[in-house]
């Protein structure tokens, strides 16, 4: 089994920023892809970034610009810098583990237990 331990979260103003961390029990060496997730009120669990071993990044369009996935290896952490954040940002933000497969497809093998994201206008 792998732990994953979201922190950052919290309340902030539109336009403000936050940086998630996502800390995990083994070397994320190991891990192909790592991810966030969101899930808002109401709607359903949505991917929002991801970064595989190599570093290749993928961003949902309606973060793109604004928020970056990024990797400390040695710290085995797993970072979400949110930037010009929006009131639709608000969520449940959820840090991942698995394939690459498991990840385009919703199915990751691991997941965190969240940290809640909360912005108002």
């Known amino acids: 089994q792998v732990q994953l331990v979201e922190s950052g979260g919290g309340l902030v103003q539109a336009g403000g920023s936050l940086r998630l961390s996502c800390a995990a029990s083994?070397?994320?060496?190991?891990?192909?892809?790592m991810a966030w997730y969101r899930q808002a009120p109401g709607k359903q669990r949505e991917l929002v970034a991801s970064i595989t071993v190599r570093g290749t990044t993928n961003y949902a369009d309606s973060v793109k610009g604004r928020f970056t996935i990024s990797r400390d290896n040695p710290k085995n952490t797993v970072y979400l810098q949110m930037n010009s954040l929006k009131p639709e940002d608000t969520a449940v933000y959820y840090c991942?583990?698995?394939?690459?497969?498991?990840?385009?497809?919703?199915?990751?093998?691991?997941w965190g237990q969240g940290t809640q994201v909360t912005v108002s206008s």
């Open positions: 083994r070397s994320i060496f190991s891990i192909n892809t």
């Open positions: 991942a583990a698995g394939s690459g497969g498991s990840i385009v497809t919703n199915t990751p093998r691991y």
